[in-house]
């Protein structure tokens, strides 16, 4: 039987995941601002900045499918 908890859980989940999201393409939307007006070296430290917040994505994606049983056990 499932968790009391996973419908919040879930959703809590899904919120952080599309935090992070709007946050990486924030960052991008940023380093293409900076890269358009000539400040390229400002623009590329922007994008290494998206590493972080792209990787935690995927764990969480990795997590939801654990919580979804879309994982080979």
Same mark, same amino acid.
């Given at each position: 039987?499932?968790? +009391?908890? /996973?419908? %919040?859980?879930?959703?809590?989940?899904?919120?952080?995941?599309? %935090?992070? @999201?709007?946050?990486?393409?924030?960052?991008?939307?940023? /380093? $293409?601002?900076?890269?358009? /007006?000539?400040?390229?070296?400002?623009? =590329?430290? =922007? @994008?290494?900045? !998206? $590493?972080? +917040? @792209?990787? $935690?994505?995927? @764990?969480? =994606?990795? /997590?939801?499918? !654990?919580?979804? %049983?879309?994982?080979?056990?």
């Amino acid at each position: 039987m499932g968790d +009391p908890q /996973a419908p %919040g859980s879930t959703t809590q989940l899904v919120r952080r995941i599309v %935090g992070h @999201l709007q946050a990486a393409a924030g960052a991008a939307s940023a /380093a $293409e601002a900076c890269a358009a /007006a000539g400040n390229a070296d400002q623009a =590329l430290a =922007l @994008l290494r900045d !998206i $590493e972080s +917040p @792209l990787y $935690e994505v995927t @764990l969480l =994606l990795n /997590a939801a499918s !654990i919580l979804r %049983g879309d994982h080979a056990g």
